[in-house]
């Protein structure tokens, strides 16, 4: 398989992923005090949000890891089982007295 390809596609799904994970911690992030300082400072509830988003988005993360090796073995897969033959039909002649 192209390597490019693989790279262009690798490149996508983390892409991806790491764009939505970057969506919802803008959206939910102060639940776990994504926008505070260190750990030091955080409530008992934003630990325990903060807890479950780290058990999430390395669920997530890994998930989509596993799809991304699936569909580059996919695509390898398929790609190797791509052939092509051609066969030309040549209509018979018939013998005339003229041959």
Do not use: C
Request: proline share 1%; hydrophobic share 30%.
């Amino acid at each position: 398989m192209d390597n490019n390809i693989n790279r262009i596609l690798a490149k996508r799904f983390q892409t991806t992923m790491i764009g939505s994970l970057f969506e919802f911690e803008k959206t939910f992030g102060y639940l776990w005090g994504h926008d505070k300082d260190g750990t030091r400072n955080l409530t008992q509830a934003e630990e325990s949000f903060r807890d479950a988003w780290e058990f999430t988005r390395d669920n997530i993360l890994n998930n989509g890891n596993k799809q991304l090796r699936q569909a580059l073995l996919d695509i390898e897969s398929l790609s190797g089982n791509v052939q092509y033959s051609y066969q030309f039909y040549v209509p018979k002649q018939e013998k005339t007295n003229e041959n």
